[in-house]
């Protein structure tokens, strides 16, 4: 506890430095308020501050319910987030008046008594210029304006629920002439937990039906850390239906590692569930192990990975070389693996028999813009493969943007995703 409170203190006053600093900003931009109206936006401004670290401090320490904290914890991070967006500017002017300060200061010191009275002016001029620029200072605040306005509309705008069908046509230069044209449809992430309307889940799931799939694939994290958080949508992706099969997999949240469980016995149980969910559904959950696909006398094989990343901070459970056993034969191998970091780590080097791999996990960092071709998210810098198709020579990866959500209620630009494959000889 006093760990954690030192902690709290610590960033609580990094957090209170950059607000004074934007603080500056703030009242730069508005030069001609007279003094009462002043007032009113200091204590304004640090009074949103204030609510807005205690709603952390009440999330901490206090037993709230999961929605209460779930807004205060999102509230406290579009607040800050949006504020680094202006210290950049804020930056670049204090470099300013830094450079303005330099040059007054050597002028000063160079000048004789009679070219100090004759520079008294100029001085004055150069202090005049040293105050914060307005420019620079209303710039920064438009900037850390936008992300502020864009998460609050991606929040109200029940974006999170407005899936988006992508269609990707591939072609395999093995496949067998039995699979050619064969259709396979991803929805990864689903995180049920975070869920609360199970209308539009259901809609999203009816799209997906519409398609008719011969094959769908789950590349994993159905919850975000109980198995008790699927009881309300059991029988919702129960519906998930494909003649070849429904396969799925196990992503970094469903081990249950990111909540604290009153014994290991209650951890493992709370897993050995989330299998059983996965038989209910329908689902054949791929456990390091792998499956033939077989479309008459022609056969492909189908790969599930439990959980492996290139990150230490994930577990690391999948075990490819298991996986892959009795695969050998098989003229078309597709690997299930939650984690995009693991293609560059293992499977591009050590697996060049592993024609595409199937990912999810990154949601985009649900935020950013995708249009078209174009796309960009915060998530490519940590994620080189972050969203959409990867090749490499010859082996491909697609990476799944996620059905649901997880942390931060809403999506900016990176919508929730269904993805349609048609494989295709070529």
């Known amino acids: 506890m006093e760990n954690r409170i030192g902690t709290l203190l610590i960033v609580t006053a990094i957090l209170l430095i950059i607000d004074y600093y934007v603080f500056q900003a703030v009242k730069s931009s508005f030069p001609n308020q007279n003094e009462k109206k002043k007032k009113w936006l200091m204590r304004g401004y640090w009074f949103v501050v204030a ?14 319910g999961r929605l209460l904290r779930t807004v205060l914890f999102v509230w406290f991070f579009i607040h800050y987030f949006s504020k680094l967006f202006a210290v950049p500017f804020l930056l670049i002017d204090d470099f300013r008046r830094g450079i303005l300060w330099v040059a007054q200061a050597l002028r000063l010191r160079s000048a004789t008594v009679k070219e100090t009275i004759k520079s008294t002016d100029e001085v004055n001029a150069v202090k005049d210029g040293m105050s914060r620029s307005e420019f620079l200072s209303k710039t920064g605040l438009v900037m850390a304006g936008l992300p502020f306005v864009t998460m609050n509309y991606g929040m109200i705008s029940n974006n999170v629920y407005d899936y988006q069908i992508k269609r990707k046509t591939i072609y395999l230069p093995n496949l067998p002439k039995n699979f050619d044209g064969i259709k396979i449809g991803q929805i990864s992430d689903v995180h049920s937990g975070s869920f609360y309307n199970k209308t539009a ?49 196990l ?84 690997l299930l693996s939650h984690d995009p970091s693991h293609w560059r780590a293992q499977i591009l080097p050590n697996h060049k028999d592993i024609d595409m791999m199937f ?45 649901g959500f997880l942390g931060f209620p809403g999506r900016v630009g990176i919508l929730p995703e269904i993805t349609i494959f048609e494989l295709k000889r070529g």
């Open 201 to 249: 889940v259901q809609g999203g799931i009816d799209m997906l039906n519409a398609e008719k799939c011969d094959v769908v694939f789950f590349t994993g994290d159905l919850v975000n850390d109980r198995t008790s958080e699927m009881k309300d949508y059991t029988n919702i992706f129960d519906k998930v239906k494909a003649p070849l099969g429904v396969f799925s997999i």
């Open 51 to 64: 609510i807005t670290i205690a709603g952390v401090f009440l999330g901490v320490f206090l037993s709230i």
């Open 359 to 403: 990912a999810g996990h990154t949601h985009g960092m649900q935020f950013g813009i995708q249009f078209g071709d174009l796309q960009w998210s915060p998530a490519q810098y940590v994620y080189p493969e972050w969203s959409g198709l990867y090749e490499n020579k010859q082996q491909k990866l697609y990476v799944n943007v996620g059905y």
């Open 251 to 334: 992503g970094n949240h469903d081990y249950g590692d990111y909540v604290q469980w009153p014994s290991a016995a209650a951890k493992q149980k709370n897993l050995e569930d989330l299998y059983v969910v996965h038989k209910n559904l329908g689902w054949d959950l791929l456990r390091n192990e792998n499956r033939s696909l077989k479309i008459g006398n022609e056969e492909i094989a189908i790969i599930g990975v439990e959980n492996w990343g290139s990150s230490l901070r994930f577990p690391r459970k999948g075990d490819i070389e298991k996986a892959k056993i009795g695969t050998e034969e098989a003229p078309v191998k597709l």
